[in-house]
Every structure is written in C-alpha cells, then in structure tokens.
C-alpha cells in the first residue's frame, strides 16, 4: 500500500514538474535563450519519467510503470521535436 501511494505521489509531482518545464514560449530575442535551457530541461524530465520506476522502486507495479514509460517517452519526444523547431527557425 505504501508503495503504490508512493508511486501516485511521485506521478504527480512528476507531473507538476512536467507541467512546469513544457510552459514553453519564445516571443522576443531576449526569451530565445531562455527557451533553449527549457528545451534541455523538459528533454531531462523526458528521462526522469522513464527511469523513475527504477529508481523508486515502484517497477512491479505495471500501471504506474507504463505510465512513467510513456509519458516520458511522449515528453522527450517533444522536447526533441521542439528543440528541433527551435533551431530551424532561428
């Protein structure tokens, strides 16, 4: 019981950390460097979710474990995809 709670309390922070680093917006020149180390952060958390099973021990459990792989892989993804964009349209 304590690690499946456990397991929901790190998905949601997981998630408020997710939320926070993908508030990406690059509107004026000043804010493009800002973006780039956003990029890198969000691409890192990317990583995080799909490593974070592992490292809290919460792997036996096969929801939380898909969860943490998928949306990390949908994250870093993203993040790759954004940092791409990024650099194409500067």
């Known amino acids: 019981m304590l690690v499946q709670t456990y397991g929901r309390l790190v998905g949601h922070r997981m998630s408020l950390w997710v939320a926070c680093a993908t508030d990406v917006s690059s509107s004026t020149r000043k804010e493009a460097k800002r973006t780039m180390w956003q ?8 990583i995080w979710l799909i490593i974070s099973p592992w490292i809290y021990n919460y792997a036996s459990q096969a929801g939380a474990l898909w ?15 954004a940092a791409v964009q990024f650099k194409n349209r500067s």
Do not use: D, E, R
């Open 67 to 81: 969860n943490s792989i998928i949306f990390g892989v949908i994250v870093l993804i993203l993040a790759i995809w």
């Open 39 to 46: 990029l890198w952060l969000t691409g890192l958390i990317g």
